[in-house]
Nanobody, 123 residues
Framework: QVQLVESGGDSVQAGGSLRLSCAASGDILADYCMAWFRQAPGKQRDGVASIDIRGRTSYDDSVKGRFTISRDNAKNTLSLQMNSLKPEDTAIYYC?????????????????WGQGTQVTVSS
């Protein structure tokens, strides 16, 4: 079982940037699909971005061109660079993993989740 710990959440003004990190332990992430999800108050948890074992990425339309997902297999970490932040990006952000090559922006099939990190964007 992979353990995940997110960090980097903060409060910023609209137009600002944040970089989220997800540190993994318990297995080698090179064999895992990885993704970021977010959940705003009163809303369901939605997929934001994913990256497969070959480094291919997928993004939700709402963040394309603003967010960049990346992974460092040597350090067992996942990152999300968020630029041009908007108030509607306010949410708790979670990283998730699953073993294998299928990396959808929906859940299931993710098996491991972090505890989340809060991102708040003010106008």
């Amino acid at each position: 079982q992979v353990q995940l710990v997110e960090s980097g959440g903060d409060s910023v003004q609209a137009g600002g940037s944040l970089r989220l990190s997800c540190a993994a332990s318990g297995d080698i992430l090179a064999d895992y699909c990885m993704a970021w999800f977010r959940q705003a108050p009163g809303k369901q948890r939605d997929g934001v971005a994913s990256i497969d074992i070959r480094g291919r990425t997928s993004y939700d339309d709402s963040v394309k061109g603003r967010f960049t997902i990346s992974r460092d297999n040597a350090k067992n970490t996942l990152s999300l660079q968020m630029n041009s932040l908007k108030p509607e990006d306010t949410a708790i952000y979670y990283c998730a993993t699953r073993r294998g090559g299928y990396c959808p922006l929906i859940d299931p099939p993710y098996r491991s989740w972090g505890q989340g990190t809060q991102v708040t964007v003010s106008s």
